[in-house]
């Protein structure tokens, strides 16, 4: 067969096609019944052969364009995403952040550690010497940590400057845990950075209330948003150490690849993260720093922990 009786015998064959692809980008393919469904999926496998056939004939290049182009066309139609389905974003990311937090445990763990690491040193360090608290935490936390010294806490029921704490508690959590991410793509170094920065400064936190007796109470306050909060860092932060591994040890892909690569679980860890952020400024806000017991306080950051853990570690894809 030459290539202009190939094209004569098959024009109507793509005419068709071209016609049920348009058919179904604006009815959709609930308009068609089960033959013309079946139909559909046979001219898709016929066209895409008829496309093969061109290329091996050395047919024009119009030729090829046009069954190439119309291949495309319908691919885009029979394969797109669901629009309008938000419930099913939401479903996706229910189900995508903790299959994302178990399949990379091993970058989040290394950024527990390396806060920990520097809570601890900073920690030894200011129960040593005094001074170094001075030395490790800048002059604006230390009227916040002045006023922890002091104990003071709101009086339950009393919401009215909640708003405005919950809002700056969610968007200073939330500039900590982004960079944290973001920042990663520098080779993971500011990631690093800011863990070990972050640690110190609960490190010499809980030195300067251990020295005037008051770690209990600031371990039991702070416990309660913590589990969120913190969570939402380490989870940014490995998505972060995600980014930078993939700059500096690409593997047998280029840098591009290996962080597209990454790009879909980076995704669900930053935004599950800020969901954790979103609770912890509630309980921030309206919680954590109000006079209730320090056994409830103890009990639903403990609460919170098992959950967030149970999460994790059990939901996944049927």
């Given at each position: 067969?030459?290539?202009?009786?190939?094209?004569?015998?098959?024009?109507?064959?793509?005419?068709?096609?071209a016609?049920?692809?348009?058919?179904?980008r604006?009815?959709?393919a609930?308009?068609?019944?089960?033959?013309?469904?079946?139909?559909?999926?046979?001219?898709?496998?016929?066209?895409?052969?008829?496309?093969?056939?061109?290329?091996?004939?050395?047919?024009d290049?119009?030729?090829?364009?046009?069954?190439?182009?119309?291949?495309?066309?319908?691919?885009?139609?029979?394969?797109?995403?669901?629009?309008?389905?938000?419930?099913?974003?939401?479903?996706?990311?229910?189900?995508?952040?903790?299959?994302?937090?178990?399949?990379?445990?091993?970058?989040?763990?290394?950024?527990?550690?390396?806060?920990?690491?520097?809570?601890?040193?900073?920690?030894?360090?200011?129960?040593?010497?005094p001074?170094?608290?001075?030395?490790?935490?800048?002059?604006?936390?230390?009227?916040?940590?002045?006023?922890?010294?002091?104990?003071?806490?709101?009086?339950?029921?009393?919401?009215?400057?909640?708003?405005?704490?919950?809002?700056?508690?969610?968007?200073?959590?939330?500039?900590?845990?982004?960079?944290?991410?973001?920042?990663?793509?520098?080779?993971?170094?500011?990631?690093?950075?800011?863990?070990?920065?972050?640690?110190?400064?609960?490190?010499?936190?809980?030195?300067?209330?251990?020295?005037?007796?008051?770690?209990?109470?600031?371990?039991?306050?702070?416990?309660?948003?913590?589990?969120?909060?913190?969570?939402?860092?380490?989870?940014?932060?490995?998505?972060?150490?995600?980014?930078?591994?993939?700059?500096?040890?690409?593997?047998?892909?280029?840098?591009?690849?290996?962080?597209?690569?990454v790009?879909?679980?980076?995704?669900?860890?930053?935004?599950g993260?800020?969901?954790l952020?979103?609770?912890?400024?509630?309980?921030e806000?309206?919680?954590?720093?109000?006079?209730?017991?320090?056994?409830?306080?103890?009990?639903?950051?403990?609460?919170?922990?098992?959950?967030?853990?149970?999460?994790?570690?059990?939901?996944?894809?049927?």
């Amino acid at each position: 067969m030459n290539v202009r009786q190939f094209v004569e015998r098959r024009r109507a064959r793509w005419e068709r096609f071209a016609q049920m692809v348009e058919a179904v980008r604006w009815s959709g393919a609930k308009q068609l019944n089960a033959d013309e469904l079946n139909e559909l999926g046979r001219l898709y496998r016929q066209v895409a052969a008829d496309l093969a056939y061109a290329r091996q004939q050395g047919a024009d290049a119009s030729v090829q364009d046009y069954l190439n182009s119309l291949l495309a066309q319908a691919h885009g139609v029979l394969y797109r995403t669901k629009r309008g389905q938000w419930t099913e974003g939401l479903r996706n990311l229910y189900y995508g952040f903790p299959d994302a937090a178990r399949r990379h445990w091993k970058v989040i763990l290394l950024a527990i550690a390396i806060t920990l690491v520097a809570s601890l040193t900073a920690f030894l360090l200011v129960l040593t010497d005094p001074e170094w608290g001075k030395r490790l935490v800048d002059g604006q936390f230390r009227q916040v940590l002045e006023q922890w010294k002091t104990g003071k806490q709101y009086t339950p029921g009393d919401v009215s400057h909640a708003p405005g704490m919950s809002m700056f508690y969610f968007l200073n959590n939330s500039r900590v845990a982004l960079l944290s991410f973001g920042l990663g793509i520098f080779a993971g170094i500011p990631t690093v950075y800011l863990l070990w920065t972050n640690g110190v400064i609960l490190g010499v936190f809980g030195a300067e209330l251990a020295r005037v007796g008051k770690l209990g109470f600031f371990l039991v306050s702070i416990y309660p948003h913590g589990v969120p909060e913190l969570g939402a860092i380490f989870f940014c932060a490995g998505a972060g150490l995600l980014l930078g591994r993939a700059v500096i040890m690409p593997g047998d892909y280029s840098r591009i690849e290996a962080i597209r690569r990454v790009g879909h679980d980076v995704f669900y860890l930053v935004a599950g993260s800020v969901v954790l952020i979103l609770i912890a400024g509630l309980v921030e806000a309206f919680f954590s720093f109000y006079a209730f017991p320090g056994w409830l306080k103890f009990l639903w950051g403990t609460a919170s922990l098992a959950i967030l853990l149970t999460y994790i570690w059990r939901v996944r894809r049927r």
